[in-house]
C-alpha cells in the first residue's frame, strides 16, 4: 500500500507561511499527502528544510510503500571505505528522518515502526562504521595475525547497543548508547594489547565518523559510558575484563540496562556469546525484590540532579525523567523484570511494550495497568518525538511557554491548546500513579502490645545476621509491626515468636528475604503459620529461604504435575547450562523449592500424608531422573561412553515403593549390563566393572555432597547384592545369579519394594523381569517365615524407640508391618511394592484373614500419618512437648484424634494390635515347630 493510502491523521501548520516552499515543490502528490507535507513544514522547520534538501528523492519515497522506501535508503553501503561511509550515511540519516517524521506525523508507521526505522539506520551506522575502521587498522598491520577478509566480523569487536537502541526503541533525535568489547580469545596471549590498542582508536574513529558535525549534518551522537567503570577504562575493553567487572561489581542499574542489550555491530556471534555468560548476573535464579528499593533509590537521585521535585508542572516539564514520565514506566517494567526474569526466560524482553504485555501475561502486573500503562508510554513518546521534531533537538522538555504548546497541539493534530494540555496532565498524574506506589516503600506502622518476655526475644534480633547492614535494619523496620501482630494472633503467641527468632537467627542475610516480605505481605501469614507449626520446616527454611521464591511463582498451589512433567521440567533446566558444577547446584535449587512445596501443601492440609509420600518419591525419581545423565555425560567426559548398553538406577526401600517423608533418605543399587565390551573407549578408558563402579560413585557423589546450595539426599546403598561388601554397581548377569543362588532372605524382602527409577529403559525392563522370577522362584521356601521372624527379633534387639510418641520402630508399628507386608509379596510370588497392596495379596493367599488385613491397613494408616507429619514438623524425634501447640493440632488433625491423649491411646492401641497379628502370622505351624526345635 502506498504512503498516501495510509495517512491516518495530520499537523495543523502552525506557521502557514512556511507551507508556500512546499505547496509550490510538491503539487503532483495527491491532496491528503500534500496536505501532511504542508502540515509538517507548517510546525517544523528542520523538517522544512530537509523536505526541500530531499525533494527529488521524496518524488520517489512517497510514490510507493513506506518500508520499501526504507529498504532501499539502508542498502548499498558494504563496499564503502570509511573515507565514503562518513557522507553517505549523512545522507541515509537525513532521508530516514525525514521518512520516519512523516510516517509519524501522518499515523502512516506506529510508534514501533518509527522507532524501529531508526534503529535500523543507528544498526547499520554502527556495523558499517566498525567494518570499514576496522579494515583500515588491518591495513596498517596494527590488528595482529587480522587479514583483510576479518574485517567482515570486524576482527573480533563488537558494539552492543544499549538502552533505547537495544530495544529497538531509537527516539527521533536519540544520541546512541554503545558499549563496545573485544574478543581477546581470538588473539595470542603475547598480542592482545596491541589488539587492544587497535580497537580502542577504531571506537575513537567510529564515534567520531558519527557524531562529528559537517555540512552534511552528523548520524548519531554517540555515548560510550555505559561501559565498565567508565571512568577510568578505555572505549574498548577485552570480554574477560568485561566479564570480571560484572561479576565482582555489577550494580542493579547495569543489571536493568542490560535488559536490553544486543550485539548490533561487528562480531555479531562473539557479541551474542559474552551476552550469554552475563546471563547468571542479570537474571538472577531467585526473586529479586532487593531491586525494587535500588530503582526507588535511582529514581530519587534522578530527579534530585535534575531539581525534578515537586508536582507537575507543564511548562518545561521533562517527559522523560520528570513525574509520570517515559522513565517512570521503563523503571517499573525493567524492574518487574529483574525481579521474575531469572526464573522466567519469557519476561526477558527487551522492548517496554513487550515487556509490559508479558508480565501482564504472567501475572506480574495486572493486565488492565499494564494496558494503561502501554497506552500512556505510546503516548508519551509521540510527544517527545514532536518537541524533537521541531529543531532537531535532543530534548525531552515540554515547551515553556503558550507560543510552543499552540505549536505542540498543532503538529498534533489538535486545534484545541487547552485540550491537549489537559490529556497531557491527566497521562502524567496517572502514570506518577500507577509507579509511585511500587516504588515508594510504606511508613512503618505502629506495633501491637507485647509483653516483656516477648519484647526482650525482639531486642535480641539487632544481633542477628540477617540485621546486620543498614539496608536490611530499614525494611525490616517496616515489617517488623505487621509481624509481630500476625504471631500475637497465633494460638500461643510467646510459641510462635520463639519459633520465628529460631528462623530469624538461621538467616545469613536479610535484604533479599525482607524485600521478598515487604512486596508480598502475604508471605508473612505463611512464615508465621510455619514458624508457629512447624520448627523443623522453619529452620529449614532459614537455611533454604530462597524456596519462597517458588510461592509467588504462579503455580506454588497448582495441583501436583506428576512425576514425568517433574521429571521433564529439570531436564530442561538442567540443560540451559553443560557446565556440571552449575547443574549440580541448578538441580539443589530447583529441589529444595519443590520439596518446600510439598511440606507446605501438607502443612496447609491441601494433600493428605499418603500424597505427600507418593510426592517426595515423585520427586526423588524426577531428579535421579534428570541427574544420571548429567553424571553419565561429566564421566563420559574423561573416561568415554559407558561401556555396552550402559546402566539403570533402582530404587529400594521406601523410594522403590514411592512413599518418602520429608527427611527420608534413598536406598539405592546400579546395575548395568556391559553387554561383553571389557572397558570405555576414552582418553582415560577404563575397565567396565571399575567404570560403572566410580559411575556410581559419582552419583552418590551428586546426590550427597554438601555444597553451597546444601545437598539433594543421602544416599544408602547397603541393600546391593553382598550389602557393604559387595562392588557398588552390580552386572544384569551377575545379579540374576546372586539373587536366584546366593541371597538372603532379608535380600528378596527387599526386593519385593525394587523400582527401576533412571537409566536405561531397557535394563531396566530386564531388571523388572528378572524381580519378578526371583520372587517366583523363592516364594515358596519353607524358610521365610522363620528368617523373617529372626530378622523381627534382631531388629528389636538392635534399636530402641525414640521416644513415647515413636511410629516407625517397635512392635506393630511402620517397620514391623512393612516387614510383614514383605513376607506377604514374597510368599504370594506378587510383584507389588506399596505396603497396601502387599497386605492385600497376604489376605488373597490366605496368610491374614480379612479382619486381620483391615486392622493392618488402619494401623499403618495411622502410624504413616504419624510419622510423615512428625518428620515435617520437626528435625529431631518427635516431642510433643517440644514442637508446640500449633504442631499438635496438626498431627492431630493428621490421625484423626480430637485431643492429645486420644492421639496417644490410638497410637497404643493400633501398634499393640498389629504387634500381635504379625507375631501370629508369622509364628511357625506346630509341626514346622517342633521340627526346628529337633
Known amino acids: 500500500m502506498t504512503f498516501a493510502a495510509r495517512i491516518t491523521r495530520c499537523p495543523i501548520p502552525y506557521e502557514p507561511e512556511r507551507t508556500a516552499d512546499t505547496r509550490e515543490r510538491f503539487t503532483a502528490f495527491a491532496p491528503e499527502l500534500r496536505a501532511l507535507l504542508e502540515g509538517t513544514a507548517g510546525c517544523s522547520p528542520y523538517l522544512a528544510d530537509l523536505m526541500m534538501r530531499e525533494a527529488d528523492w521524496l518524488d520517489e519515497a512517497l510514490s510507493g510503500s513506506p518500508e520499501a522506501a526504507l529498504d532501499a535508503t539502508l542498502t548499498g553501503f558494504g563496499e564503502l571505505d570509511s573515507a565514503a561511509l562518513k557522507p553517505a550515511l549523512r545522507r541515509a540519516k537525513a532521508r530516514v528522518a525525514l521518512l520516519a517524521g512523516l510516517a509519524d506525523l501522518g499515523g502512516v508507521w506506529p510508534l514501533e515502526g518509527v522507532t524501529g526505522a531508526l534503529t535500523r539506520l543507528a544498526d547499520l551506522s554502527v556495523h558499517e562504521s566498525l567494518r570499514a575502521l576496522v579494515a583500515d587498522e588491518i591495513r596498517r598491520g596494527k590488528v595482529p595475525g587480522a ?276 490529556a497531557l496532565q491527566e497521562r502524567l498524574e496517572r502514570v506518577a500513579e500507577l509507579t509511585e506506589g511500587f516504588f515508594a516503600p510504606g511508613e512503618a506502622g505502629k506495633g501491637p502490645e507485647i509483653s516483656d518476655e516477648m519484647r526482650e526475644v525482639v531486642e535480641g534480633w539487632r544481633a542477628y545476621p540477617s540485621l546486620r547492614s543498614g539496608r536490611a535494619v530499614a525494611i525490616f523496620k517496616r515489617l517488623q509491626p505487621e509481624i509481630l501482630s500476625r504471631l500475637k494472633r497465633a494460638a500461643n503467641p510467646s510459641e510462635a515468636l520463639r519459633q520465628f527468632d529460631g528462623f530469624l537467627s538461621g538467616l545469613p542475610a536479610g535484604v533479599q528475604l525482607f524485600s521478598l516480605f515487604d512486596a508480598n505481605p502475604q508471605l508473612v501469614d505463611l512464615i508465621v503459620d510455619i514458624c508457629a507449626t512447624a520448627p523443623g520446616l522453619a529452620a529449614y527454611l532459614s537455611r533454604n529461604a530462597a524456596v519462597l521464591d517458588a510461592v509467588i511463582g504462579g503455580d506454588f498451589f497448582a495441583p501436583w504435575p506428576g512425576a514425568p512433567a517433574l521429571s521433564t521440567a529439570l531436564a530442561e533446566r538442567l540443560a540451559e547450562q553443560s557446565d556440571y558444577e552449575w547443574r549440580l547446584t541448578a538441580a539443589r535449587i530447583w529441589a529444595r523449592e519443590w520439596h518446600f512445596r510439598i511440606g507446605v501443601h501438607h502443612l496447609r492440609g491441601l494433600i493428605d500424608a499418603n500424597q505427600a509420600g507418593r510426592e517426595y518419591a515423585d520427586l526423588a525419581g524426577a531428579i535421579l531422573s534428570a ?113 536366584m543362588e546366593e541371597a538372603w532372605t532379608w535380600e528378596h524382602l527387599a526386593l519385593t519394594r525394587a523400582r527401576p527409577v533412571a537409566g536405561e529403559t531397557a535394563i531396566g525392563v530386564e531388571v523388572e523381569a528378572a524381580r519378578k522370577a526371583v520372587l517366583a522362584a523363592k516364594g515358596g521356601a519353607a524358610k521365610i517365615l522363620t528368617d523373617v521372624a529372626e530378622m523381627r527379633e534382631r531388629i528389636f534387639a538392635a534399636k530402641a524407640s525414640d521416644g513415647a510418641w515413636e511410629a516407625k520402630i517397635g512392635p506393630g508399628r511402620l517397620q514391623d508391618i512393612e516387614l510383614l507386608a514383605q513376607s506377604c509379596a514374597l510368599r504370594a510370588a506378587v510383584p507389588a511394592r506399596r505396603v497396601e497392596a502387599q497386605l492385600r495379596a497376604g489376605k488373597q493367599a490366605g496368610f491374614l484373614s480379612k479382619e486381620d488385613e483391615a486392622a493392618l491397613q488402619e494401623a499403618y494408616r495411622f502410624l504413616w500419618r504419624l510419622q510423615a507429619g512428625g518428620r515435617l514438623l520437626t528435625e529431631r524425634p518427635l516431642d510433643m512437648e517440644a514442637v508446640g501447640e500449633g504442631a499438635r493440632a496438626f498431627l492431630m488433625r493428621e490421625t484423626g484424634a480430637s485431643e492429645l491423649a486420644g492421639m496417644a491411646s490410638l497410637l497404643d492401641s493400633h501398634a499393640d494390635r498389629a504387634g500381635a497379628i504379625i507375631a501370629r502370622s508369622l509364628a511357625l505351624p506346630d509341626d514346622a515347630a517342633d521340627e526346628r526345635a529337633g
Open 147 to 422: 587479514v583483510p577478509e576479518d574485517a567482515g566480523t570486524a576482527a573480533g569487536i563488537v558494539a552492543l547497543a544499549m538502552g533505547k537502541m537495544g530495544a529497538g526503541e531509537l527516539n527521533y533525535s536519540s544520541d546512541i548508547d554503545l558499549i563496545c568489547l573485544f574478543d581477546e580469545t581470538r588473539y595470542d596471549a603475547d598480542d592482545v594489547q596491541d589488539a587492544r590498542a587497535a580497537f580502542i582508536k577504531v571506537v575513537r574513529r567510529m564515534a567520531a565518523l558519527l557524531s562529528d558535525l559537517t555540512p552534511d549534518g552528523y548520524v548519531f551522537r554517540t555515548d560510550l559510558r555505559l561501559r565498565p567503570d567508565a571512568a577510568v577504562t578505555p572505549v574498548c575493553i577485552s570480554m574477560a575484563a568485561a566479564e570480571q567487572y560484572y561479576e565482582a561489581q555489577g550494580r542493579t542499574w547495569e543489571r536493568a540496562a542490560y535488559i536490553k542489550a544486543r550485539s548490533c555491530g561487528g562480531d555479531i556471534a562473539a557479541g551474542d556469546r559474552f551476552l550469554a555468560t552475563l546471563t547468571p548476573f542479570v537474571w538472577r535464579r531467585h526473586l529479586d525484590f532487593a531491586a525494587i528499593q535500588d530503582a526507588h533509590d535511582m529514581r530519587l537521585r534522578i530527579r534530585e540532579h535534575k531539581g525534578l521535585h515537586g508536582p507537575i508542572v507543564l511548562e518545561g516539564h521533562d517527559m522523560k525523567l520528570g513525574v509520570g514520565g517515559i522513565r517512570e514506566i521503563e523503571f517499573f517494567t525493567q524492574t518487574r523484570q529483574l525481579i521474575a526474569g531469572g526464573r522466567d526466560p519469557e519476561l526477558r524482553q527487551r522492548d517496554t511494550v513487550g515487556g509490559l504485555a508479558a508480565l501482564a501475561s504472567k501475572g506480574w502486573v495486572p493486565a488492565a495497568d499494564a494496558k494503561e500503562l502501554t497506552d500512556h508510554y505510546r503516548a508519551h513518546r509521540e510527544v517527545e518525538h514532536r518537541v524533537q521534531m521541531v529543531a532537531d533537538a535532543q530534548t525531552h522538555d515540554l515547551p515553556a511557554n503558550g507560543e510552543g504548546f499552540d505549536r505542540l497541539a498543532r503538529m498534533m493534530g489538535e486545534p484545541d491548546t487547552q485540550a491537549l494540555r489537559a
Open 627 to 739: 541427574l544420571w545423565p548429567v553424571c553419565v555425560e561429566e564421566f563420559a567426559r574423561k573416561h568415554g561412553t559407558p561401556p555396552g548398553r550402559g546402566a539403570v538406577v533402582v530404587g529400594m526401600g521406601s523410594l522403590g515403593a514411592e512413599r518418602l517423608n520429608a527427611a527420608s533418605d534413598l536406598d539405592l543399587i546400579v546395575i548395568y549390563d556391559a553387554d561383553g565390551t571389557e572397558s570405555s573407549d576414552g582418553s582415560r578408558p577404563l575397565a567396565a566393572r571399575a567404570y560403572y563402579a566410580r559411575l556410581t560413585q559419582a552419583l552418590v557423589t551428586a546426590l550427597s555432597a554438601p555444597m553451597a546450595d546444601g545437598r539433594l539426599y543421602e544416599v544408602d546403598m547397603r541393600l546391593r547384592p553382598s550389602g557393604r561388601q559387595g562392588p557398588v554397581a552390580t552386572s544384569i548377569q551377575s545379579f540374576r545369579s546372586y539373587q
